[in-house]
Nanobody, 115 residues
């Protein structure tokens, strides 16, 4: 069992930056593929970025070059550094932990990009 708690969302102007963090509790954090997803009322939940236990990363095309995902296995934290934010990045962002047969979600944190 893994519990995930996101933090760091908020309101930011276009071009600004935010850093999201996801703190995990439970065992075996290091074996999970960790990811950030986002969802709006108009769109289905979509993958933003993911990182394997070994540090291999994957990004949605829309955020490549602007967002960076990282993890600290000792602290059981995964982070998403978001730079050059755009209004279309506005969404609820969810932390995800995945391994074969098991998937866990956080409660989500709102990110609003607006002037």
């Amino acid at each position: 069992q893994v519990q995930l708690v996101e933090s760091g969302g908020g309101l930011v102007q276009p071009g600004g930056s935010l850093r999201l963090s996801c703190a995990a509790s439970g065992s075996s954090f290091s074996i999970y593929v960790m990811g950030w997803y986002r969802q709006t009322s108009e769109k289905q939940r979509e993958l933003v970025a993911s990182i394997t236990s070994g540090g291999t990363t994957n990004y949605a095309d829309s955020v490549k070059g602007r967002f960076t995902i990282s993890r600290d296995n000792a602290k059981k934290v995964v982070s998403l550094q978001m730079n050059s934010l755009k209004p279309e990045d506005t969404a609820v962002y969810y932390c995800n932990a995945k391994r074969p047969l098991f998937t866990y979600w956080g409660q989500g944190t709102q990110v609003t990009v607006s002037s």
